[in-house]
């Protein structure tokens, strides 16, 4: 048993945000695993740009009101201890809601 060093929080690149995001790694796995978490905080209206995943992605919501939308899809509003799902190269985008982080 270990305790892992965390990295210090990183602010999220230009490219990949619009507005400010702050992220924290929880737990980044070691070949072969893909396990990856992470605390990710969106200012107010800030978001991610379009992007997609390969393997899918799942987001679990603690605190704010998240704003998510697919390519083509309606912007859907989720809130604390929803579990958001986007499948495999499904492009989409998600953010904060104007009004709170």
């Known amino acids: 048993m270990e305790i892992l060093n965390q990295p210090p929080s990183a602010k999220g690149p230009a490219d990949m945000f619009v507005g400010d995001v702050w992220f924290d ?3 980044q796995g070691q070949e072969p695993s893909r396990a990856r978490a992470n605390t990710v905080t969106f200012a107010p209206g800030a978001r ?3 992007h997609s995943h390969g393997l899918g992605q799942t987001l679990y919501l603690v605190e704010g009101i998240t704003l998510i939308q697919s390519r083509g899809g309606d ?3 989720a809130r604390p201890g ?4 986007t499948p495999l190269g499904e ?5 904060a809601a104007p009004a709170t982080s």
Do not use: Q
Request: aromatic letters at 22%; hydrophobic letters at 55%.
């Open 25 to 27: 790694v929880i737990y």
């Open 48 to 50: 991610t740009a379009w």
């Open 75 to 77: 912007i859907l509003e």
């Open 82 to 85: 929803d579990v958001i799902y």
């Open 91 to 95: 492009a989409h985008w998600h953010g």
